[in-house]
């Protein structure tokens, strides 16, 4: 292994020993000035702020060290039930979407409408939770939403002394429900690109051996792939419960805020954006619960998954159907139907005008369309969508280019610094910003100034370098050597190199891209902690809407309707570009 100029640029060519990732990589002073972005956006707004919350949680009012912070914020009313609840949080609703996820991904399978259903299941994942929260809010609406007149007639009871899934005893479990509803569709999709890279000869050769029905689902489906990827999906799922955060402020309302509180509300309630010892106490309490879920997860998503694919799996001709199969086909579309009703409640809501929304005729007066004018006449919703569209641009172009220089030498790792790597990168990836946001204000008010656009944009690329990194490390660490060492051999300088690699990972390019955009479009808690007056995004403009929600109903569901039509095109249109990127050097 000796160093070798190629073109004018020093590599290390290493054709020696058993296959590696690398085959060409830049040398250490290369690699450290492609890391050197990442790793001041990452040390100045993840590592400083989590040290800063770590010290003000152990330092007490006279200036000593002591744990007195953490008596009182655990002692205060609601602490203890909000921790519990987060665990239940990251213990229930992963297990409810794994199950479902499977289930309807069999369910679907090797049926042309299938496809359909499986749109209709994705699509929730890409509005934003705030949204989500609107529309179910609307689905549990006392005595006028759909699920509250059903359960008063399955009771037997007026629509006025039906179930209160958003009371006290009930709102914690309608919060989980739009969740699930939010993150089956992906679960499926994981699932099912799984099942169709299977081998058919592996049930074939457990068939040959007198395999039962049962044999063949264990031996060729589940030891093969379907264990690691259940797991995957449950630990995937588990740590985005962070994000529950979004569906607790839009769904409890006030009188019920308490019982459904979770950790992230906790911290927010306490420290407001701001550092304080109480509020830095429970951050660090949250920080452990979400480091463990990391370790947790580690083992599991180092896995070897299959060759991605591109294009639509053929469907097999047609032969006669069991009729367990075709119950099953049933039941994927009814669920298909369920999954609908949400959208179809919001979609309704938003046709008609203020008055007839807010009293409660919204199921029988005719549809005006009032709120779709005054949304569009009022300009306020486009001004915000047209901030959010550059936020979301700007910080995405950001990230891209963050991520592909600091991906290009980590791709190179291999053994125990690629899995401390990829085990740093998915903690930084998932980390709870309301734990950390105090620290974050001060480094924003050093640097630029607190509530700017430009810190703004700033948490964000923070936020989202270390998942951008991360799938296109993986990408690249898939890439044969030999295309490697042609694209080092063209490319005259590393950013042709660079170049040249990225145009063969367009899946992980278009992946990151959409993602981010996404993610930034979608965003509440960032908006919620770090934005000005001059700086109000999207998920911000919705929740303040929602503040008055019997009056603003009609239009705060126009405002969702009309606010998430970008985001759910975006994820339809690059559906297989997402699991094809995601799932690339799983096993690195």
């Known amino acids: 292994m000796t160093p070798t100029p190629v073109l004018g640029e020093v590599s290390v060519l290493d054709d020696v020993g058993p296959p590696r990732r690398g085959r060409a990589y830049p040398l250490a002073a290369g690699a450290s000035a492609l890391l050197l972005p990442a790793a001041l956006l990452l040390g100045g707004l993840v590592l400083w702020p989590v040290l800063r919350t770590l010290y003000v949680s152990v330092r007490t009012p006279d200036?000593?060290?002591?744990?007195?912070?953490?008596?009182?914020?655990?002692?205060?009313?609601?602490?203890?039930?909000?921790?519990?609840?987060?665990?239940?949080?990251?213990?229930?609703?992963?297990a409810v979407v794994t199950v479902l996820g499977y289930l309807l991904a069999v369910a679907s399978r090797r049926w042309r409408q299938g496809r359909l259903v499986r749109l209709v299941l994705l699509a929730p994942i890409a509005l934003p939770l705030v949204v989500t929260g609107v529309t179910f809010r609307l689905v549990y609406d006392p005595g006028r939403g759909p699920a509250t007149q059903l359960g008063a007639l399955l009771l037997g009871r007026s629509a006025q002394a039906g179930p209160q899934f958003l009371g006290p005893a009930l709102v914690t479990v309608a919060v989980m429900s739009a969740f699930v509803w939010a993150w089956v569709g992906l679960a499926v999709l994981v699932f099912r690109a799984a099942l169709?890279?299977?081998?058919?000869?592996?049930?074939?050769?457990?068939?040959?051996?007198?395999?039962?029905?049962?044999?063949?689902?264990?031996?060729?489906?589940?030891?093969?792939?379907?264990?690691?990827?259940?797991?995957?999906?449950?630990?995937?799922?588990?740590?985005?419960?962070?994000?529950?955060?979004?569906?607790?402020?839009?769904?409890?309302?006030?009188?019920?805020?308490?019982e459904a509180s979770v950790l992230a509300v906790q911290v927010w309630q306490t420290g407001r954006g701001t550092t304080s010892g109480e509020g830095a106490a429970l951050g660090v309490v949250w920080l452990a619960v979400v480091a463990t879920g990391v370790l947790v997860?580690?083992?599991?998503?180092?896995?070897?998954?299959?060759?991605?694919?591109?294009?639509?799996?053929?469907?097999?001709?047609?032969?006669?159907?069991?009729?367990?199969?075709?119950?099953?086909?049933?039941?994927?579309?009814?669920?298909?139907?369920?999954?609908?009703?949400?959208?179809?409640?919001?979609?309704?809501?938003?046709?008609?005008?203020?008055?007839?929304?807010?009293?409660?005729?919204?199921?029988?007066?005719?549809?005006?369309?009032?709120?779709?004018?005054?949304?569009?006449?009022?300009?306020?919703?486009?001004?915000?969508?047209?901030?959010?569209?550059?936020?979301?641009?700007?910080?995405?172009?950001?990230?891209?280019?963050?991520?592909?220089?600091?991906?290009?030498?980590?791709?190179?790792?291999?053994?125990?610094?690629?899995?401390?790597?990829?085990?740093?990168?998915?903690?930084?990836?998932?980390?709870?910003?309301?734990?950390?946001?105090?620290?974050?204000?001060?480094?924003?008010?050093?640097?630029?100034?607190?509530?700017?656009?430009?810190?703004?944009?700033?948490?964000?690329?923070?936020?989202?370098?270390?998942?951008?990194?991360?799938?296109?490390?993986?990408?690249?660490?898939?890439?044969?050597?030999?295309?490697?060492?042609?694209?080092?051999?063209?490319?005259r300088r590393w950013w042709n190199t660079l170049w040249r690699l990225a145009r063969h990972n367009p899946s992980a390019v278009i992946a990151v891209a959409v993602l981010q955009f996404v993610q930034v479009w979608n965003d509440f808690a960032v908006g919620l902690l770090f934005s000005g007056a001059d700086a109000a995004p999207l998920g911000l403009y919705l929740y303040g809407q929602s503040r008055y929600f019997v009056a603003n109903t009609g239009v705060l569901a126009a405002s969702s309707a009309v606010g998430s039509l970008l985001p759910v095109v975006l994820v339809l249109l690059a559906r297989r570009h997402l699991i094809a990127g995601l799932v690339s050097g799983g096993g690195r």
């Open 63 to 94: 200036a000593g060290l002591g744990v007195d912070n953490f008596r009182q914020a655990l002692a205060a009313p609601g602490a203890g039930a909000a921790f519990w609840r987060t665990l239940w949080w990251a213990l229930l609703v992963p």
């Open 297 to 491: 997860a580690a083992p599991f998503v180092r896995q070897a998954w299959p060759a991605p694919r591109l294009s639509p799996v053929p469907e097999p001709a047609a032969a006669a159907v069991s009729p367990a199969r075709r119950a099953a086909r049933a039941a994927a579309a009814v669920a298909g139907l369920f999954w609908l009703v949400p959208v179809v409640v919001l979609l309704i809501a938003s046709l008609h005008g203020r008055v007839d929304a807010a009293t409660g005729r919204w199921w029988s007066a005719a549809p005006t369309g009032r709120s779709y004018r005054d949304v569009l006449a009022g300009g306020d919703l486009l001004h915000t969508m047209g901030f959010t569209l550059a936020l979301a641009g700007t910080a995405t172009a950001v990230v891209l280019l963050v991520a592909l220089v600091a991906a290009y030498p980590l791709a190179w790792l291999t053994g125990p610094p690629a899995q401390l790597t990829g085990v740093l990168l998915t903690a930084a990836a998932i980390m709870p910003v309301q734990a950390i946001a105090g620290p974050i204000n001060e480094v924003l008010g050093f640097v630029l100034s607190s509530g700017s656009v430009r810190g703004l944009i700033l948490v964000h690329v923070a936020m989202g370098v270390p998942i951008a990194v991360l799938v296109l490390r993986n990408a690249f660490a898939d890439l044969p050597a030999a295309q490697v060492r042609r694209a080092r051999v063209a490319g």
């Open 196 to 258: 169709a890279a299977l081998p058919a000869e592996l049930a074939d050769a457990v068939s040959v051996y007198g395999g039962t029905r049962r044999a063949q689902l264990w031996h060729a489906q589940w030891r093969p792939l379907l264990l690691r990827t259940a797991a995957v999906v449950f630990t995937l799922v588990a740590l985005a419960t962070v994000r529950s955060f979004d569906l607790v402020l839009m769904m409890a309302p006030g009188a019920s805020i308490d």
